[in-house]
């Protein structure tokens, strides 16, 4: 009998939350926190589970997690807000002897900076408390580290390339809308690209590099490089990885878009005077863009996230892709969210199982690579996020096909 505390009930927590209620025998009670409560009201409500209980909570103080917690005395805190809050979760975990589990790293409110540094700082003394810290239970991070974990252990002696693309083929049918929080998703868009490759980091301007990839169950679609957390904690974790880039896609339309709203400051975190006021123009730009939230029901088409891997088995060259293809419609039919908000919410459940049940158990902080694949991609199979992995003859080492 498992206590989770879900703190975040946007898109992401939404699909937290329905799932762990679908997994009642884990998870036998369910508290969900949120800045509004009534946000967390609406998700229990669309649940319909009357034993879940809502609290309001400001997660950028760590005291008053501390008081949550000691109240609802959860056995695992999901961080499934802003990550602007993970040191303030993690160290209200830390204080009152918690396991955390979060989808995305930490990111600082004045810097495009996303990074693991400050969580991985967190690893001995979580250690020392007896509790565990799993970081990036998402997909892209999360799915796609297990992806490469399960390749290096099952179909590689030795992994040399690695490209993980990201594709998303839904249409919501509005002119400019982000399908996660608009603040989070732009930021990370428009700071550089960067890749890891012969041993060092390399950046270009932001969405310089692109190409085309025919995505399964999607098309041909045209994508781009960007930075991305997890192949930070990958290539720490796989040293013998060469070069490895993340690719995400984006329409023609929501590129000029993004470029007419950077040519005008819109985009910028820089604090402007506006009648004696200090406003960040970013952050009123997301008050004004569509709620993702309200996508939901607006999305049509599919994802397609994965990676490209290439490396040799027995002294022998081997290209292998592994993905999962998810569809905007079935999702919303399921827990009333599009696909971006599943992918990322399916993997946090999972995670936070693994974790309750003992199947990792681990004292420290981990990112998912560093942990057994074959639970969890049992459990992708099972809650909704099917895999699919396939070898190809064509090789061509080092080049996207």
Request: aromatic share 10%.
């Amino acid at each position: 009998m498992s206590t989770v505390l879900i703190i975040g009930t946007g898109g992401v927590g939404r699909v937290v939350a329905h799932k762990c209620n679908q997994v009642r025998q884990v998870f036998s009670k369910i508290v969900l926190a949120n800045r509004t409560l009534s946000k967390a009201e609406e998700v229990k409500k669309s649940i319909g589970n009357p034993d879940i209980e809502t609290v309001q909570l400001d997660a950028n103080e760590t005291k008053n997690v501390i008081t949550v917690i000691r109240k609802y005395q959860p056995n695992i805190v999901i961080h499934t807000a802003l990550p602007y809050q993970d040191l303030s979760i993690m160290e209200a975990c830390l204080q009152t002897g918690v396991d955390y589990l979060d989808t995305a790293n930490y990111e600082s409110p004045d810097k495009q900076d996303f990074n693991y540094n400050l969580q991985w700082k967190y690893h001995e003394r979580f250690k020392e408390k007896g509790i565990m810290a799993l970081l990036g239970s998402g997909f892209d991070p999360g799915v796609t580290n297990v992806f490469i974990a399960h390749a290096k252990k099952n179909h590689f002696d030795k992994i040399v390339y690695v490209d993980i693309m990201d594709c998303n083929g839904g249409d919501h049918g509005q002119p400019f809308a982000t399908n996660f929080n608009p603040e989070i998703n732009i930021r990370e868009i428009t700071q550089k690209g960067k890749y890891y490759e012969d041993g060092e980091w390399k950046f270009t301007p932001p969405l310089s590099v692109h190409r085309p990839f025919d995505f399964p169950g999607v098309g041909a679609r045209e994508m781009y490089l960007m930075y991305h957390e997890e192949e930070e904690s990958l290539v720490k974790n796989f040293p013998e990885i060469k070069r490895i880039r993340f690719w995400m896609t984006f329409s023609e339309n929501y590129l000029n878009h993004l470029r007419v709203l950077q040519n005008v400051g819109m985009t910028s975190i820089e604090p402007v005077d506006y009648r004696g006021l200090k406003i960040i123009p970013l952050r009123f730009l997301k008050a004004v863009l569509p709620d993702p939230g309200s996508l939901g029901p607006l999305t049509k088409g599919k994802t397609c996230i994965g990676c490209l891997i290439q490396g040799y088995k027995n002294e022998e060259p081997r290209k292998y892709y592994i993905y999962n293809i998810c569809d905007h419609e079935a999702c919303y039919r399921e827990v009333g969210a599009q696909a971006i908000s599943y992918t990322t919410g399916v993997p946090a459940m999972i995670g936070a199982k693994l974790m309750l049940q003992n199947t990792w158990r681990e004292k420290g902080v981990f990112n998912l690579e560093q942990l057994d694949p074959q639970p969890f991609l049992e459990d992708l199979n099972a809650y909704g996020l099917p895999w699919e992995e396939k070898f190809t003859d064509q090789f061509t080492m080092g080049e996207i096909d």
